[in-house]
């Protein structure tokens, strides 16, 4: 159960990621460092030994972090739930949580200005204006919208619910590790779009939660007659 105690540590501690690989990303800029200040350059270095031009399978695991893949297949759903349940509350929750992600990592990635491994390698991504690398929005997209689909489909403290977290940081990972295999993205990218995307979607389930929407509420039983 996501209780107040829980959602402060998470946003804070989320928060602090991401300022700590901020930091480390404008520190990078245009450098090919050694030691932390190099970490972005000796994981792509890693990644161009490890695939090489071989990316096939990569380019497909990564599309799990594509915004409109996932809305392709997932908005209709909460729509007809919407419908049928005669509640905007399901689709609603659902595109709060896309609109405060896609904010999150826009605003970030409008304000750096990275530029991408394949702009700039053999250095690490500068920072100049209009440039989009950082943070990476599919790792934003993974936690936040696969989080709340997971979250709005299975029953609190149940083992369905334990188990599809588990695939939900398996997906998260999958796509992290594909864009950082294929060079699309400098690992500081990723984890701080991770870290963005939980903050999108504990606060996503916190709101729900606090309206009175979520899913598994319970409703308010009927007064009785009986002493």
């Given at each position: 159960m996501?209780?107040?105690r829980?959602?402060?540590?998470?946003?804070?501690?989320?928060?602090?990621?991401?300022?700590?690989?901020?930091?480390?990303?404008?520190?990078?800029g245009?450098?090919?460092?050694?030691?932390?200040?190099?970490?972005?350059?000796?994981?792509?270095?890693?990644a161009?030994?490890?695939v090489?031009?071989?990316?096939?399978?990569?380019?497909?695991?990564?599309?799990?972090?594509?915004?409109?893949?996932?809305?392709?297949?997932?908005?209709?759903?909460?729509?007809?739930?919407?419908?049928?349940?005669?509640?905007?509350?399901?689709?609603?929750?659902?595109?709060?949580?896309?609109?405060?992600?896609?904010g999150?990592?826009?605003?970030?990635?409008?304000?750096?200005?990275?530029?991408?491994?394949w702009?700039?390698?053999?250095?690490?991504?500068?920072?100049?204006?209009?440039?989009?690398?950082?943070?990476s929005?599919?790792?934003?997209?993974?936690?936040?919208?696969?989080?709340?689909?997971?979250?709005?489909?299975t029953?609190p403290?149940?083992?369905?619910?334990?188990?599809?977290?588990?695939?939900?940081?398996?997906v998260?990972?999958?796509?992290?590790?594909?864009?950082?295999?294929?060079r699309?993205?400098?690992?500081?990218?990723?984890?701080?779009?991770?870290?963005?995307?939980?903050?999108?979607?504990?606060?996503?389930?916190?709101f729900?939660?606090?309206?009175?929407?979520?899913p598994?509420?319970s409703?308010?039983?009927?007064?009785?007659?009986r002493?």
């Amino acid at each position: 159960m996501l209780t107040p105690r829980r959602l402060t540590i998470t946003v804070a501690s989320m928060a602090v990621v991401v300022a700590l690989v901020t930091w480390l990303a404008v520190e990078q800029g245009g450098r090919s460092a050694t030691g932390i200040l190099g970490w972005d350059w000796n994981s792509v270095h890693r990644a161009r030994i490890l695939v090489g031009e071989d990316k096939a399978v990569w380019k497909t695991t990564v599309m799990l972090g594509l915004r409109g893949l996932i809305l392709t297949f997932f908005l209709p759903v909460f729509a007809w739930i919407s419908w049928r349940r005669r509640s905007w509350w399901p689709v609603a929750g659902f595109i709060m949580v896309l609109l405060f992600e896609t904010g999150l990592a826009g605003g970030l990635k409008l304000a750096l200005g990275r530029e991408f491994p394949w702009q700039s390698w053999p250095l690490i991504g500068e920072l100049r204006a209009g440039e989009l690398a950082y943070p990476s929005g599919h790792a934003t997209n993974a936690p936040a919208l696969w989080g709340y689909i997971a979250w709005w489909f299975t029953r609190p403290g149940t083992f369905a619910r334990r188990s599809v977290w588990v695939l939900v940081a398996i997906v998260c990972a999958l796509t992290s590790v594909s864009s950082w295999l294929i060079r699309t993205h400098w690992p500081t990218d990723l984890v701080a779009g991770t870290a963005l995307g939980i903050i999108a979607l504990v606060t996503g389930i916190a709101f729900m939660n606090a309206a009175g929407a979520s899913p598994w509420a319970s409703a308010p039983r009927p007064p009785t007659d009986r002493p």
